[in-house]
Structure formats: structure tokens, C-alpha cells
């Protein structure tokens, strides 16, 4: 199983990211994929979920509304739409294989997403 994130970066509060993450080494349409993050000195945080075939996702509260889950089965990767983003949104964000809330692993080596003006 290898997962590589991308797309993390510096934005400004109320900015936006689309982070990726391309899939290998397993059936990636049989599979629930997830986002977490961790914040600097915090635990790591479940963030949201997708079904398998994109037809459910699942939000934390703390995004909900602000963040968009997709998946491209036929690139074996998904993605984060990440809209206007907050301080508390700045962590080291990794896609993981798992259902939703779980944490993984397996995970990715993680990409760093920092909200700041």
C-alpha cells in the first residue's frame, strides 16, 4: 500500500487548497478512503471520509460545510477541497485507507497545510 498526498501549502485565512492523494499497491474503488490531520502538538484528527464508489461522504463538524471529499476511481486518487480555511485548519494533513473515523493506518507520509496571514 503506498499513499502520497500533495497540494498542502501556506494560504491566508479564508483561502482555499485542493489537496490529493494518489493510491497504489491495492483495489482502490473497493475501499472507504479518509483524511486526518494533526495539528502541531495535538493528536491526530479524523477529518472525513468517502465510500467506496463516491456516493457517501462524512464530514467532522469542525469542516462540515467548509471541506469537500472526492474521489476519481479510474487516477486511484482522492481529494480535499478545502475552502475558506481558519487558523485551527493549519496540521500536517494524511489520506489514510480506512472507513469513517478511523485513522489509519496504512497513511500517507502526510502534507503540510498552514493557515496564516
Known amino acids: 500500500v503506498q499513499l502520497v498526498e500533495s497540494g498542502g501549502g501556506l494560504v491566508q485565512p479564508g483561502g482555499s487548497l485542493r489537496l490529493s492523494c494518489a493510491a497504489s499497491?491495492?483495489?482502490?474503488?473497493?475501499?472507504?478512503m479518509t483524511w486526518v490531520r494533526q495539528a502541531p502538538g495535538k493528536g491526530l484528527e479524523w477529518v472525513s471520509s468517502?465510500?467506496?464508489?463516491?456516493?457517501?461522504?462524512y464530514y467532522a463538524d469542525s469542516v462540515k460545510g467548509r471541506f469537500t471529499i472526492s474521489r476519481d476511481n479510474a487516477k486511484n486518487t482522492v481529494f480535499l477541497q478545502m475552502n475558506s480555511l481558519k487558523s485551527e485548519d493549519t496540521a500536517l494533513y494524511y489520506c489514510?485507507?480506512?472507513?469513517?473515523?478511523?485513522?489509519?493506518?496504512?497513511r500517507g507520509q502526510g502534507t503540510k497545510v498552514t493557515v496564516s496571514s
Open positions: 489514510a485507507r480506512d472507513a469513517p473515523y478511523g485513522l489509519g493506518p496504512p
Open positions: 499497491g491495492f483495489i482502490f474503488s473497493s475501499y472507504y
Open positions: 468517502i465510500y467506496s464508489d463516491g456516493s457517501q461522504t
